[in-house]
Each structure stands twice: as C-alpha cells, then as structure tokens.
C-alpha cells in the first residue's frame, strides 16, 4: 500500500486540525496555553509573510498530510541575526503523531523548512529539543549539526 505524504503551508480552513496536532506536541512537553494563545498564534501563522510586509517576522506554520489526514505540524520563523547579514530561520515546533514517527514526516517537515528558509534567503536554521528527547535526536544528528549552547530562560 502506497501513502502519499504532502507538506504544505497551513489555511484557515485548518484551525481544528492544527489545534488538535499542537495540543498533543504541547502535551509532550507537559505543557499547554490559553486559549488566547491558541488564537493569536494561528492568527500569526496565517500572515502576510512577503518581504517588507510587516509580517514577515511572524511565525509561519505547515502542515504534514497523508493520504488525506493531517499527522504532523512545524512552526518556524526568521529573525535578524547580530553576525549575519542575511536572516535566519528558527525552527520553534515540530510535531509528528505517534502513527507518523518513524514514517519519514518529521524529516519531510525539516527539509520542507530548510527548502522554504533557502528559498527567503535564510540559510541558517537552528532548533532546540530537551535532552531527553530521544527519538527526535535520533533524527536530529542525522539531518543537522548539534552545537554544545546550553540554552538559559528567565
């Protein structure tokens, strides 16, 4: 049986299936947001995202589908950067539901990333993940290069 996997970039028709994909990430980490969060973000997400347009720093979000059924999400967007000229490109979620892991859609999700960033003029894309996020770094050191930050929050 043949599954046809297509990334694409998320539309308002796909609130639903986009709030049930980050709600089951955001729960992976045992977290979770209000619901304000919930509408602001997908309202940053569906932006005017063109160079000079005055979105163009906010997140941007696509989705992973097969065979008709959304199983995956990445959230990522670009920012100045104080050593580079060019923007570049942070890769804040990524998700792939339990079914989808191991089946190549969080590879597809990154690259498809990786691509869009290229295509922006943003050839650096960085992300971060917790230690004890074993399979996705399995992924990981497979696909990008793991740098020795120790990340700090206040």
Known sequence: ??????????????EAVWRRLWTEY?????SGVDEEVYQTTFTRLLGDHTPGAVSFYEPRGLLAVVDGEPVGLVHYFYHRHCWKLEHVCYLQDLYASPKARGTG????LIEAVYQRADEDGCPSVYWMTQEFNETARKLYDRI?????????SR
Request: glycine share 6%.
């Open 1 to 14: 049986m043949t599954t046809k996997l297509e990334i694409r970039p998320l539309t308002a028709g796909d």
């Open 26 to 30: 955001l729960e992976f980490y045992n």
């Open 105 to 108: 859609v969080g590879r597809a």
């Open 144 to 152: 990008a290069t793991l740098t020795p930050f120790i990340k700090y």
